[in-house]
């Protein structure tokens, strides 16, 4: 069971990206998925999440409107797209899975994932 995140690099202030997540060895539909992020020094904090059937997403406070989670079940993948990136996004970016009995729910709570990423890094430039 693994799950490859990518998509990451330096970028500079204003610019998008979009990180990708790849599952292997899991069958992503049965799994609400999310990302998280440590930034350096910090605890790892939510992200964002969608739930299995992709009705549902939740995002923190502090990144509605500039990210954007999406998955393609098909492809055993999970998208962040992040828009106009600030330098406090300087973090390291993980996905992870949350197996929900409920297909709308998209948990927000770290202790809810079983499954996680090695993640992959971003560096916001001013």
């Known amino acids: 069971v693994q799950l490859q995140a990518s998509g990451g690099g330096l970028v500079q202030a204003g610019d998008s990206l979009r990180l990708s997540c790849v599952a292997s060895?899991?069958?992503?539909?049965?799994?609400?998925m999310g990302w998280f992020r440590q930034r350096p020094g910090k605890g790892r904090e939510f992200v964002a999440s969608?739930?299995?059937?992709?009705?549902?997403?939740d995002y923190a406070d502090s990144d509605k409107g500039r990210f954007g989670i999406s998955r393609d079940n098909a492809k055993d993948t999970v998208y962040l797209q992040l828009n106009n990136v600030q330098p406090e996004d300087t973090a390291v970016y993980y996905c992870?899975?949350?197996?929900?009995?409920?297909?709308?729910?998209?948990?927000?709570?770290?202790?809810?994932?079983?499954?996680w990423g090695q993640g992959t890094q971003v560096t916001v430039s001013s």
């Open positions: 992870a899975a949350s197996r929900t009995i409920r297909e709308t729910a998209a948990p927000t709570q770290r202790a809810s994932y079983i499954v």
């Open positions: 969608i739930s299995r059937n992709s009705f549902n997403t």
């Open positions: 060895g899991l069958i992503i539909s049965d799994y609400a």
